[in-house]
């Protein structure tokens, strides 16, 4: 449980303060929004494995510890079900905790205090008890991390009533929905792939939020919507290029699985008549299954032909880099989907 991540960490420096949006890496904006939350807010506190002096597994608090001490950000002990079950009890009696679950893998040893007390609180209490905390998950596959630490469980979180499931894709969004996810009064599982922490974009200053349950259209199309997750928004993006001219291809990134925004979804596919969800995770019972029912139910009335699927496989994530490939959606399995689709 204490494996060290391999590729370096992006550097997590402060943003300059300007009126015009800043080009960021996404682990330096996750940075960003944590020093301006707990500078405006001292009942937000970090807490998780390795996040004080070392700055977490992938640099996103580095810093904060010289800025805010160790009261506030703080290394536990290497128990999940432990630290959760604090970070609970903090929320509940007025704290405002963010968890760095070093793996998304590493939230199932503590799915009974996630599943059981914080989802449930709130709702077993009448609302008397608030359970404002974020639980940041490193998470997929594509860095050879092998099956234990390479998951996509978004999707396992996303049915458990009273979470709310948070998969960014850019630096801006990122930024904009973990503010969001630390003011919110209730426990969100923010999904973070590890992959992209690098990556970089424009994020806008200032008090930069996005909501939950709202949709984004990465790109406008005509003749098919593709709706794709996390870091898989990019690889639906380079399909769209490499289709530029022959098919004119709508990208839709969800952004929150929960809440999810039915609304604007279906709005893309009854005016595209045509659908391809794109999802890291498994294939059977994962997030591409819910969005594609979730579109045929909203949608069907429009639709040209059924829904189709491009996922992870079902098996555990391969270790080595070429099974571990083949195991992912690529483009060229996008490219060939749209490609089958009827026109």
Same mark, same amino acid.
């Given at each position: 449980?204490?494996?060290?991540?391999?590729?370096?960490?992006?550097?997590?420096?402060?943003?300059?303060?300007?009126?015009?949006?800043? &080009?960021?890496?996404?682990?330096?904006?996750?940075?960003?929004?944590? =020093?301006?939350?707990?500078?405006?807010?001292?009942?937000?506190?970090?807490?998780?494995?390795?996040?004080?002096?070392?700055?977490?597994?992938?640099?996103?608090?580095?810093?904060?510890?010289?800025?805010?001490?160790?009261?506030?950000?703080?290394?536990?002990?290497?128990?999940?079900?432990?630290?959760?079950?604090?970070?609970?009890?903090?929320?509940?009696?007025?704290?405002?905790?963010?968890?760095?679950?070093?793996?998304?893998?590493?939230?199932?040893?503590?799915?009974?205090?996630?599943?059981?007390?914080?989802?449930?609180?709130?709702?077993?209490?009448?609302?008397?008890?608030?359970?404002?905390?974020?639980?940041?998950?490193?998470?997929?596959?594509?860095?050879?991390?092998?099956?234990?630490?390479?998951?996509?469980?978004?999707?396992?979180?996303?049915?458990?009533?009273?979470?709310?499931?948070?998969?960014?894709?850019?630096?801006?969004?990122?930024?904009?929905?973990? =503010?969001?996810?630390?003011?919110?009064?209730?426990?969100?599982?923010?999904?973070?792939?590890?992959?992209?922490?690098?990556?970089?974009?424009?994020?806008?200053?200032?008090?930069?939020?996005?909501?939950?349950?709202?949709?984004?259209?990465? =790109?406008?199309?005509?003749?098919?919507?593709?709706?794709?997750?996390?870091?898989?928004?990019?690889?639906?993006?380079?399909?769209?290029?490499?289709?530029?001219?022959?098919?004119?291809?709508?990208?839709?990134?969800?952004?929150?699985?929960?809440?999810?925004?039915?609304?604007?979804?279906?709005?893309?596919?009854? =005016?595209?008549?045509?659908?391809?969800? &794109?999802?890291?995770?498994?294939? !059977?019972?994962?997030?591409?299954?819910?969005?594609?029912?979730?579109?045929?139910?909203?949608?069907?009335?429009?639709?040209?032909?059924?829904?189709?699927?491009?996922?992870?496989?079902?098996?555990?994530?391969?270790? !080595?880099?070429?099974?571990?490939?083949?195991?992912?959606?690529?483009?060229?399995?996008?490219?060939? !989907?749209?490609?089958?689709?009827?026109?």
């Amino acid at each position: 449980m204490s494996a060290s991540p391999k590729p370096a960490a992006a550097e997590a420096a402060a943003a300059p303060v300007t009126a015009e949006p800043v &080009v960021r890496t996404i682990g330096q904006a996750l940075n960003d929004v944590l =020093r301006a939350e707990m500078a405006a807010d001292e009942t937000v506190i970090c807490i998780g494995e390795n996040v004080a002096a070392a700055g977490g597994s992938f640099a996103v608090t580095k810093g904060l510890l010289d800025e805010f001490g160790p009261r506030r950000i703080f290394d536990t002990p290497i128990s999940e079900a432990g630290f959760t079950g604090m970070a609970i009890g903090a929320a509940a009696t007025g704290l405002r905790p963010v968890i760095d679950m070093m793996f998304s893998d590493f939230a199932l040893l503590a799915m009974d205090q996630i599943m059981n007390q914080a989802a449930h609180l709130r709702y077993m209490t009448g609302g008397q008890l608030a359970v404002p905390m974020v639980i940041r998950c490193p998470s997929g596959a594509g860095a050879a991390y092998a099956a234990q630490h390479s998951q996509s469980l978004a999707g396992l979180f996303a049915y458990i009533p009273g979470l709310k499931v948070v998969v960014p894709s850019t630096p801006a969004d990122a930024a904009g929905l973990l =503010r969001t996810a630390i003011r919110d009064p209730n426990p969100v599982l923010f999904f973070e792939q590890k992959t992209d922490y690098g990556r970089r974009g424009p994020v806008p200053p200032g008090d930069h939020v996005v909501p939950f349950g709202v949709a984004d259209v990465k =790109r406008p199309g005509d003749d098919v919507t593709v709706i794709a997750t996390s870091s898989m928004v990019h690889v639906a993006l380079a399909a769209a290029e490499a289709l530029e001219g022959e098919v004119s291809v709508e990208v839709v990134d969800p952004r929150t699985l929960k809440p999810l925004d039915v609304e604007g979804l279906a709005a893309s596919v009854r =005016r595209t008549g045509r659908c391809v969800v &794109v999802d890291e995770g498994h294939r !059977t019972f994962g997030p591409g299954a819910e969005l594609a029912a979730t579109v045929a139910e909203h949608a069907f009335d429009w639709l040209e032909e059924p829904v189709r699927r491009v996922c992870g496989a079902d098996t555990p994530v391969p270790f !080595t880099t070429v099974l571990e490939r083949a195991f992912l959606p690529s483009v060229d399995d996008v490219v060939a !989907t749209i490609r089958g689709m009827r026109r």
